[in-house]
């Protein structure tokens, strides 16, 4: 039987009233004429397994998931993907046909696709990559570094046992560096990576020192409020190539518009333009 309903999909969390991804969704339904309606859910935990398991029946074909519940939906998932799994997180949930619930995690992806066209010249074996921070954002840019040839990363958090974890879990390509030392290692390094809220609105600055920076060094900062922020801003007067935050949580967003709706959008300026408002 030929399903005729309209496609939903949404973002689920709590809070989610700040997600910009039922912008960005909406500016892809628009541009490409597309039947569909893409809304923010704001979950209570007791009844996250309810709402999941109810969603399909409601005409809803996948999700996108924010804090809290990027590590509690996979154990609601009857499919998680390999780099979900490796990521120990899942952004993206799509329900199959057949029924069964599938979490993916499109976040490293979101990354690399960023860095490519915001520094189209950065090559993975250049030279080492300087993460700061380790939590679960970091766990997803580790993952999709390895995974693109990067010969070392050196991960620096303000909790040493943090990055000592991903150590363990991702192998010996990654070497732990003290928080006071992080500024040290930048002058080697092919790419500089912050994944830490430090710097974002409404929270401390990032105070590592930055004068190891070197130009052509290739910097970005998974914060995007503000778009610049003073790594960034620091880097660029320094001569670095410089990619924001932004395009990482759009280029994430792509693979599950392209399996809810049937269509692969295009990331351009129009699309940064419409998520800004």
């Not at 039987?1 to 009233?17: N, Q, W």
């Not at 915001?118 to 999709?144: C, F, K, Q």
């Amino acid at each position: 039987m030929t399903d005729h309903r309209i496609p939903l999909a949404g973002v689920i969390g709590s809070p989610v009233a700040h997600s910009r991804s039922p912008r960005l969704h909406g500016h892809w339904l628009r541009q490409y004429g597309l039947a569909g309606f893409y809304v923010p859910m704001d979950i209570a935990p007791e009844k996250l397994e309810t709402a999941m398991r109810t969603m399909p029946d409601l005409g809803f074909v996948g999700v996108n998931v924010t804090i809290p519940y990027k590590e509690k939906v996979m154990e609601i998932a009857d499919l998680v993907s390999d780099r979900a799994t490796l990521i120990g997180a899942a952004n993206t949930i799509i329900f199959r046909k057949d029924g069964r619930i599938h979490a993916d995690n499109t976040d490293g992806y979101g990354f690399l696709e960023n860095l490519r066209q915001g520094a189209p010249d950065w090559d993975p074996t250049a030279g080492p990559a300087v993460l700061l921070g380790a939590g679960g954002a970091a766990r997803a840019v580790v993952a999709s570094l390895l995974e693109a040839g990067v010969p070392e990363i050196l991960i620096s958090n303000r909790t040493r046992m943090r990055a000592e974890k991903l150590r363990e879990d991702f192998g010996s390509r990654l070497r732990v560096v003290e928080w006071v030392h992080a500024g040290n290692v930048m002058e080697d390094a092919a790419l500089v990576v912050n994944s830490t809220s430090l710097g974002m609105v409404g929270r401390a600055e990032l105070r590592v020192p930055l004068d190891g920076l070197k130009p052509g060094t290739v910097v970005t900062d998974l914060v995007y409020t503000p778009l610049q922020t003073r790594l960034l801003r620091v880097a660029e007067e320094q001569g670095c190539t410089c990619v924001d935050g932004l395009g990482m949580l759009i280029h994430q967003a792509v693979p599950g518009f392209e399996r809810w709706f049937g269509q692969r959008p295009e990331v351009d300026e129009s699309t940064r333009a419409a998520i800004l408002g």
